[in-house]
Structure formats: structure tokens, C-alpha cells
């Protein structure tokens, strides 16, 4: 079977990932972004992301994998061109498709005779038909033709690479038989099921998940607030339901709510979508509020303590929105960190990814600490946002050693109650009974 060529547009975590892997596979690659400095590091070897397993990758598929800004020496022999730039989100919600179409446009003149064009941007549902009716206005009378393909991604970040080298299912929207055939040809290699469906649908699916994954986070942080009040304790209440096989025991975890680039973003851009439609998503209306207030749920609890956070030391253990990753978008950091500068509080902060971007945000306002140690040092309350690995495997000792009045407020459940009952600290989690009493 010839190897297929093809061209990805967009070298973010998406695009890169998708480029990877492909040419892992054994595809020619060439990946085009209109960002200079992302594309030198590329081609010198580099790594522009944190996403664990992508420079192994990147490296080991350097003979037919290359990175260009130039759209024509990316397209001109491609049979598949894959669009992977951001969808932003706008002002009210919606998706901003400037970038889509900006791509759109730059392939239409950059391609050779015909190509599929892969949509893989999470974009509102007909848009493939949009973007088809674009190329085909683009490319009248000169020949050329486009067969546009909705193929959503479903990469976690941090777990991308595996995410794609073993994913659940490859959901792929087709209109045509020669392009479903092209499609087959890109994944042949790869053990996904495929499953073809109107590219519509196709579209459906991603925003449909993503939402999903969202209401069913929301619903156990709701959960978890009742199970405070009630004292019940969400862990045994999450094992109890995701024993249910119709339930299933993931993103059953309470927390202080999702962040990230995607479930904020796809919750609002479907209320925004289904609202402008008359037939607004109740449910994911829902969610959204839901959020944004269980973001902030750590500081409602640190008042029982503390009727004001003028002068405390505060340490925050994790930036990042989860573990694995150094990205900052709508993690609820963000958030807490305004209101208790804002508060006056000295806020001590610890992250081993995020704090170089986070510094974009507070330069010098917060201090930037290299171990939790030293973010714990003197402390008067400390806020877990992050379950990285260290938190995780911390000896609960090392609060009471460093901080001058042990309070730790975690918003990511990382200990069991038994082992924190044992220390003379005072530990709130979500939705489970809190350990110690104030002094
Ligand atoms: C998410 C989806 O999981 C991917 O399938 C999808 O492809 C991707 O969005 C996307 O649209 O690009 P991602 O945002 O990288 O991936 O991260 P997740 O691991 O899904 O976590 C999202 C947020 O939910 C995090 O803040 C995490 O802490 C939170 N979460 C997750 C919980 O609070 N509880 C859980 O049980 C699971």
C-alpha cells in the first residue's frame, strides 16, 4: 500500500500529537504553523509542548516527519490535509472559526489537484459543510477539488500519545465513498475501531462527549457538596456507583471542578450553539454554574477559618488544571490566586510544570517556591488545586513540620482520612468529614 502524504495545520498539542503518530505509523508528515519560533524548534529537534512521550516520538520519526511555514511545501503533494488550529472561544460562548477558515483558505491555494481535508479542530456541528462549501467556491473553475472529513479528537492532554496510539474508537464523518476509503488508508495501522458516520454526526460526537464528561463531573461535585452536609463520604458513594456498569467508575472524582482548554470552552460553545437554536441544553447550562462556583469552594471553606486572609501565608500545591501538564487554561489556580492576593494574603506557590506560565500572569506578586516544602514554610493555610505525584506521596508530616498553623484545605481529595487523623493538622477535602479541629 503507498504511503500516504500528509499535511497537518496546526502544531499545537492536537496537530502535534496527530502529526506524530501518523508519521509514526509510517506516513510522510509535514506539519505547517504560521508560528516561526515553533517551527524552528521543530525542525532542530525540539519539543515546543510538555506532553509526555511526544519528543521520543517526534525524534524517532524525524526521516518522515518535517515542520515547514510554508503552506504550499506542505500541501502541494498532500492527499490529506488535517486541520488541527484553535477554535477559541468568543466573547458570548460561541467558537471563533477565523483560524479554521484562515487554513481553509491557505490550503485552497496551496493544494494540488484534489485532497481530502481532515477537519480534526473541535468545531460546531456543520461546519464541515461550511468548510466544504468554501473550498468548492475557492476552487471553481480551477479543477481542484476537496472532499472535507470530520475526524474530532479525543486526546487528554498528558495522556495524548497513548490517547492516539490506542484510542477507544476513531470517530470519522464522511459524505463520500473515496474519501471513507482514504480515511480506512490513514488509520489501517493503527488498532482503533473506526467508526464512519455523516460528518454531522461526527461533529455531534465530540461536543455530545466532551459535555457529558463535563455533566457527570459536575453532578458528582454536587454529589460531594450534599455528601458534606449529610455526612456521607463521596469516595465510597463514587466506588458504590461506579461499580454500576452503566455508570462506570471514571470522572467520578470530586474535586474543585474542571479547567483546561476544553470542557470550559465545549460546554459553553454547546449552550451557546443550543441556546441560539431555541432549544437550550438545560443540563449543560447547569454544569457551566455548577463550575464556577465549585472553582472557589476552597476559599468558602478557608472563611470558617479565617473571617478575613489579610497577612496569612498561603501555600497553593499545583497550578496546572491537572497533573501531567504545564497548561494554565481555566485552571481554577488562576482563580483562587486572584482572590486571596486580592485578599492581601502572601501566597506561596508550587507547581513542577506551571509555574513559568503562570509567571506570565503574576510576575512578582506571588512567590514562586522549588519544593512543597518550601511552599509550606510558615504557612497558615495550604490549598491543594493539583494532584500531581508529589502531593500525592507526601508524608502529611511535612505539613505539620513547615506550617505555622496546619490547615490543609485540599480541592483534590489526595489523602485517605485515616493516615491525615494521625497528624495534628486540620484537613478539609470534598465531600468527605473533616479531620482535626481547628486550634
Ligand atoms: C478532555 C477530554 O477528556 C478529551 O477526551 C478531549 O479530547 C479533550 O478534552 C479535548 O476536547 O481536546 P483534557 O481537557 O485534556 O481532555 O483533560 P481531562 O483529563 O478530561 O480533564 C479535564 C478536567 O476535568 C481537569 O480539570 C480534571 O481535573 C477534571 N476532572 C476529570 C475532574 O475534576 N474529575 C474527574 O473525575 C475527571
Given at each position: 500500500m503507498r504511503t500516504i502524504r500528509i499535511a497537518v495545520a496546526g502544531t499545537g498539542y492536537v496537530g502535534l500529537v496527530t502529526a506524530a503518530v501518523l508519521a509514526h505509523v509510517g506516513h510522510d508528515v509535514v506539519g505547517v504553523d504560521v508560528d516561526e519560533e515553533r517551527v524552528r524548534t521543530l525542525n532542530s529537534g525540539g519539543c515546543p509542548i510538555f506532553e509526555p512521550g511526544l519528543p521520543e516520538l517526534l525524534e524517532e520519526s524525524r526521516e518522515n516527519l518535517s515542520f515547514t511555514l510554508d503552506y504550499r511545501e506542505a500541501c502541494a503533494d498532500a492527499d490529506v490535509v488535517f486541520i488541527a488550529v484553535p477554535t477559541p472561544e468568543r466573547v458570548d460562548g460561541s467558537a471563533n472559526l477565523k483560524y479554521v477558515f484562515a487554513s481553509v483558505e491557505q490550503v485552497a491555494e496551496a493544494m494540488g489537484p484534489s485532497c481530502v481535508v481532515v477537519v480534526k479542530s473541535t468545531v460546531p456541528i456543520g461546519t464541515g459543510d461550511r468548510v466544504q462549501r468554501h473550498f468548492e467556491s475557492l476552487l471553481a473553475g480551477t479543477g481542484r477539488e476537496v472532499e472535507v472529513v470530520a475526524n474530532p479528537e479525543f486526546l487528554s492532554q498528558g495522556t495524548a500519545v497513548q490517547d492516539m496510539l490506542h484510542a477507544s474508537r476513531v470517530i470519522i464523518g464522511v459524505e463520500s465513498e473515496r474519501a471513507r476509503e482514504i480515511m480506512a488508508r490513514v488509520y489501517a495501522d493503527l488498532p482503533s475501531p473506526l467508526l464512519f458516520m455523516e460528518r454531522r454526526s461526527a461533529e455531534m460526537v465530540k461536543y455530545a462527549s466532551n459535555n457529558f464528561l463535563a455533566l457527570k463531573i459536575a453532578y458528582i461535585n454536587e454529589i460531594a457538596n450534599l455528601c458534606d452536609l449529610l455526612g456521607a463520604d463521596i469516595d465510597d458513594v463514587a466506588r458504590g456507583m461506579g461499580a454500576d456498569p452503566r455508570i462506570g467508575d471514571k470522572f467520578l472524582r470530586a474535586g474543585i471542578g474542571y479547567g483546561g482548554s476544553c470542557f470550559p470552552k465545549d460546554t459553553k460553545a454547546l449552550h451557546w450553539l443550543s441556546s441560539f437554536h431555541d432549544r437550550e441544553i438545560k443540563t449543560v447550562k447547569a454544569a457551566i454554574e455548577v463550575n464556577a462556583v465549585q472553582k472557589i469552594s476552597l476559599i468558602k471553606r478557608a472563611h470558617r477559618y479565617h473571617s478575613d486572609f489579610e497577612g496569612l501565608t498561603v501555600a497553593v500545591l499545583g497550578?496546572?488544571?491537572?497533573?501531567?501538564?504545564?497548561d494554565l487554561r481555566e485552571a481554577p489556580s488562576l482563580d483562587n490566586v486572584a482572590i486571596l492576593l486580592d485578599a492581601g494574603a502572601d501566597v506561596r506557590v508550587w507547581d513542577p510544570y506551571a509555574m513559568d506560565n503562570f509567571k506570565r500572569f503574576y510576575p512578582d506578586e506571588v512567590t514562586y517556591c522549588a519544593s512543597i516544602p518550601e511552599a509550606l514554610a510558615d504557612a497558615d493555610m495550604c490549598l491543594i488545586l493539583t494532584e500531581w505525584p508529589d502531593v500525592l506521596s507526601l508524608d502529611p508530616a511535612v505539613f505539620v513540620e513547615q506550617m505555622r498553623h496546619p490547615l490543609v484545605l485540599d480541592g483534590r481529595n489526595c489523602y485517605a482520612l485515616d493516615e491525615m487523623a494521625r497528624h495534628a493538622l486540620v484537613y478539609e477535602s470534598i465531600g468527605r468529614r473533616t479531620v482535626g479541629t481547628a486550634r
Open positions: 497550578l496546572a488544571f491537572k497533573p501531567g501538564t504545564d
